[in-house]
């Protein structure tokens, strides 16, 4: 069953370390810093293998210790739950790792 989307204000106002992406589509966004390229490249296997056991899937990019995350629900065309879930699932590890 397709997802609702979810109002974008009201979810940030949970998600203190996110932000509304620039761009034409409604979507969350978070810049994470580690201490290191591996540091950060265990942040992604961690993220990664929740996607695949969601079937949901962050929009990415990686440059040495940076992770840029884009996180909206195409099927929906919007943020709805799934990316909720992820963005806290993200902090968590996060955190967890150092990253900030
Ligand atoms: N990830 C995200 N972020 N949004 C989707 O709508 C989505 C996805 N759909 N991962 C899934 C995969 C869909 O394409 C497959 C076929 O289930």
Same mark, same amino acid.
């Given at each position: 069953?397709?997802?609702?989307?979810?109002?974008?204000?009201?979810?940030?106002?949970?998600?203190?370390? $996110?932000?509304?992406?620039?761009?034409?589509?409604?979507? !969350?966004?978070?810049?994470?810093?580690?201490?290191?390229?591996?540091? &950060?490249?265990?942040?992604?296997?961690?993220?990664?293998?929740?996607?695949?056991?969601?079937? /949901? /899937?962050?929009? $990415?990019?990686?440059?040495?210790?940076?992770?840029?995350?884009?996180?909206?629900? /195409?099927?929906?065309?919007?943020?709805?739950?799934?990316?909720?879930?992820? &963005?806290?699932? !993200?902090?968590?590890?996060?955190? &967890?790792?150092?990253?900030?």
């Amino acid at each position: 069953m397709a997802q609702a989307v979810v109002d974008l204000t009201e979810i940030l106002k949970d998600l203190p370390r $996110w932000s509304s992406a620039p761009g034409d589509r409604p979507a !969350i966004a978070r810049s994470l810093t580690f201490a290191d390229f591996n540091t &950060a490249f265990a942040f992604m296997t961690r993220v990664a293998l929740l996607a695949e056991k969601m079937d /949901h /899937h962050p929009e $990415w990019s990686n440059v040495y210790n940076r992770v840029e995350v884009l996180l909206t629900t /195409h099927d929906a065309g919007g943020v709805t739950e799934l990316d909720l879930k992820m &963005a806290r699932f !993200i902090d968590e590890a996060a955190t &967890a790792l150092g990253g900030n």
